[in-house]
């Protein structure tokens, strides 16, 4: 049985508004076309769906369990329509993120946006040593993801992170050596925190690898070359956190947060920002279950 779903709108609107003539004005349809619609319906499904009188008009046993399916074919189909209606929006969204905020979750998501806005154009760029702030006060970039102190009321603040100091489980330091870092190039708030906190030790200590990725500076560290500051979740597998060791203090919270180029803001920069907290959401719910393990 294939059923119009025309004749499922028209007998819901009958439903909704109890009365053919008011489903007409809904369905900007005359009640003769409505009237039709409904018996056609009722043609096909082979019983009547309502008890009608001269002043009251109220569904059948089988009206109201049609009522149910009915909506629910409706509602789908709406959602369908939405997916893959196409987007009014149009335009050009330039974001900027550093690697560690994203993963592996982004070019996921960027295909996402990509089919629901086919009509605007990315410019992404994902790299840790690019210094986000200026591009986005330059309007070079229409908003970035940027890590931010702890206490800031920077931009958006979309979810903390606490930054540790971080070594391979096989480093060791021999005696008499200074202890060996591993850094981000300038400005980077994990090379400022970390050396920020060193200065105020009597650690002796030298900056032995650089690095703009995350992965050089990940290498640095799994190979035992040298200690870094990372944020807690991207401490990996062969890796051991090392606060208080060797002298080192303790490290301060820092935030992920959402910064953006001035006021106006295009209806495809607000969607492509949204992305970013949905994003941002995914991820803490997907980490809180580990945190709570860890615990």
Request: aromatic share 6%; net charge neutral.
């Amino acid at each position: 049985m294939n059923l119009d779903p025309a004749l499922l709108r028209t007998f819901v609107a009958v439903l909704d508004t109890g009365s053919f003539t008011r489903a007409a004005e809904r369905l900007h349809l005359t009640q003769s076309a409505v009237s039709h619609q409904i018996r056609r319906l009722e043609e096909q499904l082979g019983r009547p769906l309502f008890q009608r009188t001269t002043r009251s008009l109220a569904p059948t046993e089988d009206g109201e369990d049609l009522r149910r399916h009915a909506q629910q074919i409706l509602d789908a189909l709406d959602a369908l329509e939405s997916r893959f209606r196409p987007s009014p929006i149009s335009g050009e969204v330039r974001f900027g993120a550093p690697e560690n905020f994203v993963g592996d979750r982004l070019p996921t998501l960027l295909c996402q946006f990509a089919r629901s806005f086919p009509s605007v154009r990315l410019d992404v760029r994902v790299n840790m040593q690019l210094d986000l702030r200026a591009l986005v006060r330059n309007r070079e970039l229409d908003l970035a993801v940027v890590m931010t102190p702890e206490d800031s009321d920077e931009g958006t603040r979309i979810r903390q992170t606490q930054l540790v100091w971080v070594a391979a489980e096989s480093f060791d330091l021999a005696p008499g050596r200074l202890l060996p870092f591993a850094f981000f190039p300038a400005p980077c708030i994990n090379r400022h925190v970390g050396i920020s906190a060193l200065d105020d030790t009597d650690v002796k200590w030298h900056t032995v690898f650089t690095s703009p990725s995350q992965q050089g500076i990940s290498a640095a560290i799994l190979s035992g070359l040298a200690i870094s500051v990372l944020p807690q979740e991207d401490v990996e597998p062969g890796m051991r956190i090392v606060d208080g060791a060797y002298g080192l203090p303790p490290l301060p919270k820092a935030n992920f947060t959402l910064i953006c180029a001035g006021e106006g803001k295009t209806p495809a920069v607000q969607a492509f920002g949204q992305l970013i907290l949905d994003l941002s959401q995914e991820i803490a719910l997907r980490r809180a279950p580990a945190r709570k393990k860890q615990r």
